[in-house]
């Protein structure tokens, strides 16, 4: 569903990206751990067509994004980090107008509270006003959006950066139920737990280079955590 | 449901629940009203002191029929000389008002108004006495507060406040790529919220503009039609700045800034440049000068006069005419004057006709000027509708001149029946329809020219470069 | 470790500001644009002033030459042929040119009529006349304003500039150190764009040098200095009590609006509406009834001469006007001038004392905009405003008065009874009169300027309590 060949990016003289092969198939969760310019949100970038490969390709569901990046982002739902919403919209109009964008049929109003309740909203808060929503809420909010989408690839990027335990629980909960309608998942993180916890596939990356991928339940917690910190410092090859 | 309409309808919500839409909307009918106001007291003094003027040629006509019908004998007859020789007649001529006076005052206080018209007055004198004001020149520096102000330096304003964060909002809030995440271009969006933007903010300033001015004058359909259109326009202009700007600004107060200047740029700076630019290349002839080589003119006409008297043999004609032979010297001196002020007055005539030539053409140089320029000539207080009508003053003037060379030559008096029936009366002639049209259309023109140059520069900038910015 | 003293912390932070505003790229661009905009604009006033005087100077010379043409002439029609004198260009317009496109330069002299200045720099025109052209004080009146609104909104308002000024705070500096240290940063750029906009001014107008001059121009420095400081601490007060940047710039931009564009357009038609002065038309029209009919419309003209001639016939002990030792009707035109001008300079005085009333009402306006205090004062030291012109008519009108007479008093005395026609020398008759208007002197301006001064004083002290009302809103919640 997700792939790429040999996908590089460069920005002037620095390399941003550097040769990714990246294969991750309908019902997969691929968790992408790096520390901060690692390259994980550029390839989410690429991903979306938002930028221009130096070399090399990017397919969503075999479509080239950079020859269709439409079609591409027809197929793919993006949680960006920080999920801003309409503060004068109420949660329903948020999600009424993100799901008409994205071309869901049939946005009636018992589907659309059908699609946020599913998500976690409380009830009460459908029709405050967005402005008022936390952080978490704004979160389920886009949560309903990939629901009502039923996207084929979710592309998230640090989704649980500043969430607190409960609500980050909440979204990986719903992160398997997406998973396991067979949406192929891209997850950048530093969250080395909870990836461990929900991935199917992790990837180490550093200096723009996927340094080593492997099944997320071949390491224990704490063998994940010591390989990440050696990667991180260049001391695993050696 | 299309995209489009979808952005286009969830941005009018927006609007609507902003607390902003409705004190902008109120500002403007409030700076609308109390501008049409002004405009149509001004509109009210200036028909007034017309119809004085118009009111002074009524009253010395009756007063001098009345002095042929009452006073005159045979006796007494060189005692009313100014009721029955043409060469004594005295008219005046008015430039009446446009269609929509209350729009603009535009250049009218800059022309005179009227022309005092007697068969033996110097043409270049005869607008003299409608050329001064006594208005508080405090008040002329300030600038009228009339629509036209309203529409050409606050309408962009309000329209630039409603929509200077017209994708800048979402960008700063770090909404921007999960929107260009969805299958919708960033045209579409940018375009549909512009759509909303000029429904709520360019719609209702052209309705309240046309409500006002069918409240305070009476115009015709066409005439506001021409005002909303071009209002209209102008509107969309300054979204399409706005829009233009939003392309880049990272941030509300970025975008701010650069809708300001731009603001600043096309109504401030760039008419200022073209001003100098005008004073440069074509600057104004000398009225001082001018004058001091009119009064030498008239010096030399003196001087041949009284060559021509001294030599001729002047022998009193019996029995007496009618009208005294003084007056026929008199006419001849008026004419060779004429001659002589003409050649006199020509070079500075075309001086200021290059200067007014140049100022027409660099009215192309921004949208604001343009757009004055149309309100002015919708206002009908235009350079070109007051030099038409200087233009047929003077005309009338030497029709006046030519009327009297056959009463003197048919030595005829005036009779309280030419009082009645037979006195010429100056009609003004407007422009062509066509000829208006053109002029409005090229403003127009100039609009629109602006608006799809930013459309053309947007559309370029969003190919070139993937909107969420690399 | 002591806490370092106020000074110190204040020191700092104007240090710091002053580097911001060398480094920041924005600030360095607008800070230019000012300095070029306001340098072209002086240059530009300086080289047409110039010009202007030049012309003035050779239509002088022509007029001079006209009158002087007319060889013999008929005084009576000498004086209504008339003179025409020009208004020296003063040094400082070219800083201010105040009214002086709106007041015409030239003011034609003659018999029986008191004109008004003519051939305005607005006659005529097209659309483009509207938008008017660009003077020093344009630039420094409302484009250094907004400008000032430009640099300042954004040193504490938005999320960025927010959290460096609590970090700052938590540091130890108190929320009045960091107001005053940026008001007196940026204040310091802005006394040096009017130091160098002063410096240009007076190269410039180096043949006008006086002490006059320069107290005239310091003035003004001193008023310009404390409106652009006026606007700057309202505009640090207001991004220091608004947390998001745009808030603060569309307040500011606000403010500008109101201060620098509405107010100085509706304050005069305000004015205008509560002190009307009459038209053109009305204006002389009441003369011409006055002459006709006497002062208090019960005195007609006619009734008035008989009263004269009798007077007259008395005086000079004869029965008939033939046996008068003078021309009776110079004598006649002498009269008739001392009336009309009487009466003429009665109702100028009423206009112009509205005009005052006006220019009293629309100060008030200073209320809402600092603007609308150093207008006025700027212009009245310049020399550019209406009492300005004022005096050059009512120096023109004694030069009138004086040339009149002296035709007439020829007449008077020269024409004799046997004469169909008289002509005479009428340039050798008038040549003891001489037209050279001078100027105001600084003093009599002074008294002008009290009360503008006091205006922007008060807008000044205004903005610093603003300003502190920030400081103590920031302590608060600090």
């Known amino acids: ?238 | 449901m299309n995209a489009a309409f979808i952005v286009m309808r969830t941005e009018a919500l927006r609007m609507a629940r902003g607390r902003w839409l409705l004190p902008l909307w109120l500002a403007f009918i409030a700076l609308c009203a109390y501008a049409a106001w002004e405009g149509a007291t001004w509109s009210t003094q200036r028909g007034a002191a017309l119809a004085a003027i118009q009111d002074e040629q009524r009253e010395v006509h009756q007063m001098r029929r009345n002095q042929i019908v009452n006073e005159l004998t045979p006796d007494n007859k060189s005692r009313y000389g100014g009721a029955i020789y043409a060469t004594a007649m005295s008219f005046r001529a008015t430039l009446p008002q446009g269609e929509l006076p209350v729009l603009s005052a535009g250049r009218a206080e800059g022309y005179p108004m009227a022309a005092k018209i007697f068969p033996f007055v110097a043409s270049n004198t005869i607008f003299d006495d409608y050329m001064a004001g006594m208005e508080n020149p405090a008040v002329m520096a300030a600038g009228r507060f009339d629509l036209a102000f309203v529409l050409v330096w606050l309408l962009p304003l309000l329209v630039l406040a409603g929509s200077f964060d017209l994708w800048s909002f979402e960008r700063e809030r770090g909404m921007e790529p999960w929107l260009l995440a969805q299958p919708v271009s960033p045209a579409c969006y940018l375009l549909a919220k512009a759509a909303a933007r000029a429904l709520l903010l360019v719609g209702p300033a052209v309705l309240v503009l046309v409500a006002v001015l069918c409240f305070t004058v009476a115009a015709g359909p066409a005439a506001l039609l021409q005002v909303a259109v071009l209002s209209t326009l102008y509107g969309l202009f300054w979204l399409g700045l706005a829009a233009f700007v939003n392309l880049f600004a990272q941030s509300a107060a970025q975008a701010a800034l650069g809708c300001v200047a731009g603001w600043l740029a096309l109504v401030v700076l760039v008419p200022a440049l073209a001003l100098g630019l005008a004073d440069l290349l074509a600057p104004p002839s000398s009225p001082a000068e001018r004058t001091n080589a009119l009064r030498a003119m008239a010096m030399q006409a003196r001087a041949e006069a009284r060559q021509q008297a001294d030599g001729a043999a002047r022998s009193e004609r019996v029995p007496a005419p009618n009208i005294p032979d003084n007056l026929r010297r008199r006419a001849l001196e008026v004419e060779r004057g004429e001659q002589l002020i003409r050649a006199a007055v020509q070079p500075y005539r075309t001086q200021d006709e290059r200067r007014l030539y140049w100022m027409a053409l660099l009215r192309a140089s921004s949208p604001a000027i343009a757009f004055q320029d149309a309100l002015e000539r919708l206002a009908g207080a235009d350079a070109g509708r007051a030099l038409r009508f200087q233009d047929q003053a003077h005309a009338f003037l030497l029709d006046v001149r030519r009327l009297t060379q056959r009463y003197l030559e048919q030595d005829r008096l005036l009779t309280a029946a030419d009082y009645d029936h037979g006195m010429p009366r100056f009609v003004h002639r407007e422009a062509p329809p066509a000829e208006r049209l053109g002029a409005l259309g090229f403003d127009a023109g100039v609009i629109a020219l602006f608006l799809l140059v930013l459309l053309a520069a947007g559309a370029r900038r969003l190919r070139r470069q993937t909107f969420h910015t690399e | ?478």
């Open chain 3, 1 to 478: 470790m002591a806490a370092p003293a106020s000074t110190a912390v204040l020191r700092q932070v104007v240090r710091q500001q002053w580097l911001i505003l060398l480094r920041e790229r924005r600030l360095r661009i607008l800070g230019a644009l000012v300095l070029a905009i306001t340098a072209i604009a002086l240059v530009t006033a300086a080289i047409d002033a110039r010009r202007a005087q030049d012309a003035r100077a050779h239509d002088a010379r022509v007029e001079a030459e006209v009158w002087e043409a007319q060889g013999a002439a008929n005084p009576h029609g000498a004086a209504h042929f008339g003179r025409y004198v020009y208004k020296p260009v003063q040094a400082l317009s070219v800083l201010d040119p105040g009214l002086q496109a709106h007041l015409g330069g030239t003011v034609k002299l003659e018999g029986h009529v008191q004109n008004t200045s003519r051939f305005k720099s607005t006659d005529g025109g097209a659309a483009l006349s509207r938008f008017g052209g660009f003077s020093p004080a344009f630039a420094m009146q409302v484009l250094v304003p907004l400008l000032i609104v430009f640099a300042a909104f954004g040193a504490f308002s938005g999320e960025r500039a927010r959290k460096l000024m609590w970090q700052e705070i938590g540091a130890g500096a108190r929320p009045w150190q960091l107001i005053a240290g940026r008001f007196l940063a940026f204040a310091g750029a802005l006394l040096g764009v009017l130091v160098l906009a002063g410096t240009l001014s007076a190269l410039l107008g180096i043949s006008a040098w006086s002490a006059a001059y320069f107290g005239a121009l310091g003035l003004m420095l001193c008023a310009y200095g404390s409106y652009w400081l006026a606007v700057l601490g309202i505009v640090l007060a207001i991004s220091a009590m608004t947390a998001s940047a745009r808030s603060a710039l569309l307040a500011g931009l606000g403010f500008w609006l109101v201060s620098a564009m509405l107010a100085p357009m509706l304050a005069p038609m305000l004015a205008e509406r509560r002190h009307p002065t009459p038209t053109a038309t009305d204006f002389h029209a009441r003369v011409v009834d006055e002459i006709m009919k006497g002062p208090d419309g019960h005195n007609p003209r006619d009734v008035r001469f008989a009263a004269f001639q009798e007077a007259t016939l008395k005086r000079y002990k004869v029965s008939r006007i033939e046996d008068l030792p003078i021309n009776y009707s110079g004598l006649l035109f002498e009269y008739g001038e001392k009336i009309t001008a009487d009466i003429y300079n009665r109702h100028f005085d009423r206009l112009y004392a509205d005009y005052e009333a006006q220019a009293a009402y629309s100060l008030r306006a200073s209320i809402v905009s600092p603007l609308m205090a150093l207008r006025p004062l700027s212009s009245a030291l310049a020399q550019s405003d209406l009492p300005a012109h004022r005096h050059f008519l009512v120096q023109a009108e004694a030069y009138r008065y004086q040339i009149v007479q002296l035709l007439n008093r020829d007449i008077k005395f020269n024409r004799k009874p046997d004469m169909r026609e008289y002509a005479a020398d009428v340039a050798a008759v008038t040549r003891g009169a001489r037209f050279e208007p001078g100027a105001l002197t600084l003093a009599q301006v002074l008294s002008r300027t009290g009360a503008p001064f006091a205006w922007l004083l008060a807008w000044l002290v205004g903005a610093m309590a603003l300003m502190r009302c920030a400081a103590w809103r920031l302590e608060g919640g600090a």
């Open chain 1, 1 to 238: 569903m997700l792939r790429t060949h040999a996908l590089s990016k460069n920005f002037g003289a620095h390399r941003a990206l550097d040769g990714l092969d990246l294969d991750i198939a309908p019902g997969e969760i691929f968790c992408m751990l790096g520390a901060n310019g690692a390259g994980k949100t550029t390839i989410i970038k690429l991903l979306l067509g938002f930028l221009k490969p130096t070399s090399g390709q990017a397919l969503v569901d075999g479509i080239d994004v950079r020859a269709d990046p439409a079609a591409a982002r027809r197929r793919l739902f993006y949680l960006p980090e920080q999920v801003a919403l309409y503060g004068e919209l109420s949660g329903l109009e948020n999600l009424r107008y993100f799901a008409g964008l994205a071309g869901v049929p049939d946005c009636t109003p018992q589907r659309l509270r059908g699609w946020l309740e599913q998500a976690g909203v409380p009830p009460a808060a459908l029709d405050r006003r967005a402005g008022s929503y936390s952080k978490g809420m704004r979160q389920k909010v886009a949560i309903a959006l990939a629901i009502a989408r039923s996207a084929r690839g979710l592309l998230l990027d640090e989704p649980t950066s500043g969430l607190d335990p409960a609500a980050s629980a909440e979204f990986h909960r719903l992160l398997l139920e997406q998973r396991d309608a067979g949406a192929a998942v891209l997850m950048a993180t530093h969250d080395l737990f909870r990836a461990r916890e929900v991935a199917t596939t992790i990837g180490l990356m550093r200096d723009g280079r996927l340094l080593r991928s492997f099944k997320a339940q071949e390491l224990s917690a704490r063998e994940l955590e010591q390989l990440y910190l050696d990667e991180m410092s260049g001391a695993a090859g050696n």
